[in-house]
DNA sequence: GAATCATATGCGAGTATTCGAATATAATGA
DNA sequence: TCATTATATTCGAATACTCGCATATGATTC
């Protein structure tokens, strides 16, 4: 049964892995939107915000509400918005460390910057 | 800068987007285990144990300590842990929800039981 | 009903993931 | 040096994802 917990989580970050979907996620932070609201914020092909907000949707991230002509989405959960937050904070960590670390590398060899890794 | 902050994020999901790299985080939880033990936890073919682990250090998501024969993986960070947890208690909240309309579905019309939903 | 607006779905090409099998590397010990 | 152990990499086939384009559906208005 822990599969299952597993394949449930494994789809969850399957449907998150893509920064449009990321984009689309942050979005509904604060409320529902349209699909049409959401494209347009967005800059996206019409077509293609659909099938993204198909993934969202297969992957239980959001759920949709029909309003006469058009389609409203918002986040299921707040626990993904909690998620996507902690990775923020995750990202400036490791962006510090990323920095101490070129700082250092720097400092080591002082005469010729960007010694190309490899 | 968002993009990247998108970007990293998106890395890190495409990163667990797999049960078995998910078996993997978590059995890290406790602390590091070498290549070997984790192959022979999860029951892995070497080779497939190492591609995982390859993507698992992309997306920086484990460091690997070398010691003599062996290569010893741990979490990079926490917070991943704390991703994992936040995903465990909202798939038991989904679990609920989807037995609670089970249950409602079978309130509703309890001459047959499984009501194909298509 | 026809035209229109909002959204969804199907198709095809290009790209990426996943797995097992085979092979390569690197450290250890005889 | 040779053999062994632990891990990594490469290859090829199968599968899945992503995008743009075309088309379909469904609600609204005339």
Redesign the pocket.
């Known amino acids: 049964m822990d599969d299952a917990l597993r394949q449930f989580k494994s789809e969850i970050f399957?449907g998150l892995?893509?920064p449009?979907r990321i984009a689309m996620v942050e979005l509904l932070r604060d409320g529902e939107l349209?699909?049409?609201q959401l494209?347009q914020k967005l800059g996206l092909?019409?077509?293609?915000a659909?099938?993204?907000?198909?993934?969202l949707r297969a992957k239980q991230i959001v759920v949709?509400r029909k309003a006469?002509?058009?389609?409203y989405y918002s986040i299921r959960d707040r626990a993904l918005i909690e998620v996507l937050e902690i990775l923020r904070r995750y990202f400036y960590a490791q962006l510090s460390t990323t920095v101490d670390l070129l700082k250092q590398a720097a400092r080591e060899t002082p005469k010729t910057r960007a010694s190309s890794h490899k």
């Open positions: 399957q892995a893509n449009t349209s699909a049409g494209m092909e019409q077509a293609n659909s099938q993204h907000l198909a993934v949709s006469g002509n058009q389609v």
